[in-house]
């Protein structure tokens, strides 16, 4: 292994929950940043707390709960955002302010409407109140990817000269070339004086697909921090993927002179956290986390790993979390079996009660599914419901015919009350839908919709996520069953006992980067 280290700055909840539908609670960012300390990130850029009271009390709960990564919280180059991100960062053990300012002709004058000279001050000014508050300072000129390079190294070198210990060069709009963006992290390392003073860093859009790419292209020139998000996540077409980042860098040790930190056997399970919380489904064919990333299916390549892996395996499974070992999981599976298995995927519960919990459910799935496969129990282990309900489910029936309207009945107990109701919709899911509205009275609107198979075939367990809106507060909710109705019911319920409980949730009220 190289000994220079490749520091891994997540931003799955800050960029990634910017993505346009992926708004998350609180539960489920800690549920995230609990996975990426487990991963070993070593950064992790919990939100931007000025943006709503809700970013603020997620960086805040992050803050005092996971030890094992540093901190980050986000402000633009104002008074204002510094001292909210400092708040925000109070319990930390290592934190970070990363605060930023755009540095493009096109930004300074359409946006910012400042002259160079100003974005210079204003950025030095901020850096020097952020260090008040901790040492750990990172500085984004924004859209440096459209920057004057003339310009970005007179404003890096001021932020360097103010305090700044992390110079962070993204591309904002995906607009650079592998080689171009290369170029760029070896110019600017060679032309500022002081760089040798900070660690550079790069943060890649992938308008074009070359998040990826060009991070590696930035590596390859000499920057030691990427920031990525789980499965890709991000504004837009998303930032560069972190599972991608980590496995070339670690498979192409005869290329890299470094590596990163990451334990790469958690990569599979936050990849399925972080779709399951999104509603975003990972593309099949998706690198590294893609169902098909380790299928063969084409019999010369079957022949081919079973006479020897390496013929058509860069990578092995094993090492993002997946066994492949021929330990198959079915209802008559025992305690012993089921802990190895977990423990073969990392995904071992720190508890005995959650254990307990876990084995439970997985009884309840083998109950209605013939084989359980890894896929299933990752994603059981990754499905926690919120706490004491006020919403259970009790009972349903639903029937479709053709030339028919479909109609569902459904049971729910409210706070202890059994309570029914029976109602008509376009389609199977949107009658159980109506009825649980006449039970509820929620009068919340649901804004997104997603099923996603968790294995192939027709037993395969369906998971659902719904997002619903009221009074302008999101929530999300998710349910995964081998009947997908069911799972939708599940979800919904989920969604509707955060908005009992939490009603004035504002993960939705967002002030945009
Ligand atoms: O894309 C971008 O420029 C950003 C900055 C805040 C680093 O997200
Ligand atoms: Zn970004």
Redesign the pocket.
């Given at each position: 292994m190289n000994n220079e280290n490749l520091i891994i700055f997540d931003?799955t909840l800050?960029?990634g929950e910017?993505s346009p539908g992926a708004s998350m609670d609180i539960d489920e960012k800690m549920q995230i940043a609990y996975a990426l300390e487990e991963l070993n990130v070593d950064i992790i850029e919990a939100g931007f707390p000025i943006a709503s009271q809700s970013d603020f009390k997620a960086v805040q709960e992050i803050s005092r709960n996971i030890k094992g990564s540093s901190i980050c919280a986000?402000a633009r180059a104002l008074e204002k955002d510094i001292e909210r991100a400092a708040d925000s960062l109070i319990d930390a053990k290592s934190p970070r302010i990363?605060t930023?300012i755009a540095t493009s002709p096109i930004h300074m004058e359409k946006k910012l409407k400042m002259q160079p000279s100003e974005v210079i001050k204003t950025a030095v000014d901020a850096i020097a109140l952020a260090k008040n508050f901790t040492n750990d300072i990172e500085f984004?000129p924004?859209?440096?990817g459209r920057s004057d390079l003339d310009f970005l190294c007179d404003v890096i070198e001021s932020a360097i000269d103010a305090g700044a210990n992390t110079i962070?060069i993204?591309?904002?709009?995906g607009y650079n070339l592998p080689h171009q963006f290369g170029d760029l992290i070896h110019k600017i390392i060679k032309n500022v004086s002081n760089s040798n003073k900070a660690i550079f860093s790069v943060?890649c859009?992938n308008d074009f697909g070359l998040a990826v790419g060009n991070s590696l292209s930035a590596v390859l020139n000499g920057a030691r921090q990427v920031?990525c998000t789980i499965n890709g996540l991000g504004?837009r077409a998303g930032?560069a993927a972190l599972e991608e980042i980590v496995m070339t860098v670690r498979t192409r040790q005869d290329i890299f002179n470094c590596d990163t930190r990451i334990n790469s056997k958690m990569i599979m399970k936050s990849s399925r956290l972080v779709s399951g919380i999104t509603g975003f489904p990972v593309q099949p064919n998706k690198a590294i986390v893609g169902k098909n990333a380790f299928a063969h299916e084409s019999g010369i390549h079957q022949d081919g790993i079973i006479k020897s892996r390496e013929t058509y395996e860069i990578m092995r499974a094993e090492d993002i979390g997946l066994v492949s070992n021929s330990l198959v999981l079915g209802k008559h599976s025992g305690r012993n079996a089921f802990k190895q298995k977990l423990i073969d995927l990392n995904i071992m519960p720190k508890t005995s009660s959650e254990f307990e919990d876990l084995f439970y459910k997985f009884k309840d799935l083998a109950d209605k599914k013939h084989e359980i496969f890894d896929e299933d129990l990752i994603n059981l282990s990754s499905n926690l419901s919120v706490t004491a309900n006020l919403i259970n489910f009790n009972y349903m029936n639903v029937v479709t015919e053709s030339g028919k309207k479909p109609s569902a009945l459904i049971k729910l107990e409210v706070d202890g009350e059994l309570l029914e109701a029976e109602s008509k919709g376009d389609g199977a899911v949107d009658a159980a839908f109506n009825a649980i509205e006449e039970i509820i009275q929620s009068n919340c609107k649901l804004i997104l919709y997603s099923v996603n198979n968790i294995t192939s075939g027709t037993d395969s367990q369906g998971e659902v996520t719904v997002r619903i809106t009221k009074d302008k507060s999101t929530y999300n909710g998710h349910g995964a069953d081998t009947d997908i109705v069911k799972a939708s019911v599940l979800a919904l319920i989920n969604a509707l006992n955060k908005l009992k409980q939490n009603p004035n949730q504002d993960s939705s009220k967002k002030r945009g980067?």
């Open positions: 931003t800050r960029d910017q986000l990363h930023f984004s924004e859209d440096a962070n993204p591309d904002t709009v943060h859009h920031e504004e930032n980067v």
